[in-house]
């Protein structure tokens, strides 16, 4: 973290700092090259899917423990934080629908256990849902209900590649819109909630650490696939067929 | 629990039985039956409101509660235990400031910490939060958004002889307004929740359990203000000028 | 609580409190009086023995759990706890031990779920181990680790009425012996960790109320038991037998 | 995880596995190879005990946390997970006293927050206690308290650079010999423990992933320490003084 102490913070620091970040995993992502250079397959969709589904599970709750452990009473933070654990409910249930459209059946009895990093992903979002500073967890959604800006294209590709229809990208495409009106709600909350540079810094650690075990969680993904791939993993067999 | 593992349990029973037990209630219940006669002082409705206020800013935390600890995926219900979370948020504010509106300046820092057996409830509901039967607080929710219906003619009678107005009376009044929509809710989730006899049993003994838990509440809401009254307390020494 | 906040407090304020309670409990308590009375029956005995394993078994867990949660650094205290909690872990298998050896097979098949009034004291017990005042479940311990000097007079009477051998006492006789040390850590304990009026009043408050939540629990100890004899209650059936 | 179900797991398998990560590790971890090469500072030393005080002080706590959420009752495991927290109680202190005596004054006013990848370790090392395969921690122990065999051989290169007393070295030395007892009992508990494939697999996750994570921290530790030295970073100014 470079993060200075100092007052001048605001929401365009963070986005600054989140391009700069999104640009170098861009570049170093062994799952975001591949992705970029054209090594699209079914099966790989479907295991970034299943550790989709796996995080995206947690999510409703760790955004919701963050209202249930603050400490002192914040009527208006607590609300945003047990609505927005509202509207992220279920969503894991859509990267589920996009696997078995891919015509996978019996889906819930051949699920994998989480791969090790997608555990430290969703390990390091409870952790700073329930003690630290309780603003910090909006950088976590500072960057996550505004991913699509810069994974879309991506995805286009990969969409087009595949020739997968939208019910079989309901969760990226539909959730892109459902996160408009999120990013909007979540940096309103921000610029409300963060009063000091500390407030600013524990935001901005969450959004930079968080979305680099994303980055990790996914080149996991890319990494599994080859093993898969080449017969030295049967984690996930039922994907050799897709 | 008197409760027989059987498949015919309907909402329609847990209603009886809350029944016996507000009936119960009204009978033995100290508080119920002092304010039933006519003993009703300032003072004791704000050390009513003050216990009310300590566990009611528990409330959206423990109803939140309830979705983060879920086993499993059931997004409806954790949505429902999410959304239904917002909206209690900040109901503890209505009953700080029907306090202050009785003419209590500063009260933050007047506040006395919750007496033992508010403290015992908001326990008792926060441990069947996080464990046991994930439906279970469901009976808390079944009585505590339809107490109105047997608590409102005591409430009339309160207001009429302290001469409250509407502004003193926001988080009774209010809440009950706010209330029916949420009970229908309740109903509603229990009707589809509770497939077993368990569920149902699990249901009844925590509306039972937490209703008789709020009775030894306001059973020591009012021992406490006769101790402050008869000048063996000094909790709530700046209630005596009301 | 009619704790003043003064600097006085010392152990032997708590041990006079604690007298007042027990001798309230010795006057109050329907099982207390009714097992004082000669009302000692192999299957009351077995009934509290059931809840006795209930909460005993959760004790070990939220004695640990004070250390987890403690905020900042306290070495001292924390082993305190870890080490009083791998004292206490396994002490619901003295409990079931006993059980047994009145004669019941195939104990675990049958026993019940706890009692609600053993719910509420087992809750409690979480809530002031993972919030509030670090210091305040000493108030438990001061009180739990000495009960034997109250209840063995009891005990005796209930041994040899019930002809009970020490191989079925194993929960209350040799829990006392080893209690004892226990006890002696906890008074250090109290004395060095208990230095400002509201850590005093913390530990009290806690003492009061959990050996009140006891008393409730014990109490209703005594009417299941009356209704499972007439006939009233099928939960714990097993025991008619004995 | 290349982790095969069956039945032929041991601890000599773990240990294989263990054997290949660390390799891995001291071929490409920035810190051991820049402390392997003669890159030895007072300074970068400091940082790196700075880091460990701020895990280490979690390590007791999510230690009995296992014990404290274990599912069911296993009084020989808990009282091992108690008994180790209290064993583990305070070592933190080591790791502050060896960089007091450093000398630096007034250390506590001056510690930063820890590094964003100590968190990370943190958060799923509390994550594994709490959740999951009860048995899954011992992994992170069956490294941790074995850990002197593979860093001894450094440790010895620092303290002979830095010319570092045993005053100055107690959390790695004392630690050292602290744990032989540990390893051992970790290793019988392990045995104990781990009945099926999958208990050994989510030791072995455990084991990999900890381990995993604390290399991550002590790149961290180097890059951090690079910035300091560097000037791009004021974040541990006060070391730039040893």
Not at 213 to 238: K, P
Request: with cysteine; hydrophobic share 40%.
């Amino acid at each position: 973290m470079n993060i200075q102490a100092s007052g001048d913070f605001d929401i365009s620091m963070l986005k600054t700092r989140l391009d700069e970040v999104w640009k170098e995993l861009f570049r170093t992502s062994t799952f975001l090259t591949a992705v970029g250079a054209g090594e699209t397959t079914r099966s790989l969709y479907a295991s970034y899917l299943i550790e989709t589904y796996h995080y995206t599970r947690h999510n409703a709750r760790n955004q919701a423990l963050v209202g249930v452990a603050l400490p002192g009473d914040d009527p208006q933070y607590q609300r945003f934080c047990f609505q927005h654990a509202a509207e992220e409910a279920g969503h894991e249930q859509m990267a589920l629908h996009d696997i078995k459209s891919l015509g996978i059946a019996d889906l819930e009895a051949k699920l994998p256990e989480p791969l090790p990093e997608t555990s430290v992903l969703t390990a390091y979002l409870y952790w700073i849902s329930y003690q630290g500073n309780p603003v910090q967890r909006l950088g976590y959604s500072f960057w996550a209900e505004s991913c699509y800006e810069y994974i879309l294209p991506l995805m286009g590709q990969v969409i087009q590649a595949l020739g997968l229809t939208s019910a079989q990208t309901t969760f990226f495409v539909a959730h892109a819109d459902i996160d408009v009106a999120h990013a909007e709600m979540v940096n309103a909350m921000l610029a409300r909630k963060c009063r000091t540079a500390a407030d600013w810094a524990a935001a901005s650690e969450v959004m930079e650490t968080s979305l680099r075990l994303t980055g990790r969680m996914m080149d996991a993904v890319h990494e599994e696939h080859r093993r898969l791939m080449s017969g030295q993993s049967e984690r996930c067999a039922f994907l050799r067929d897709l």
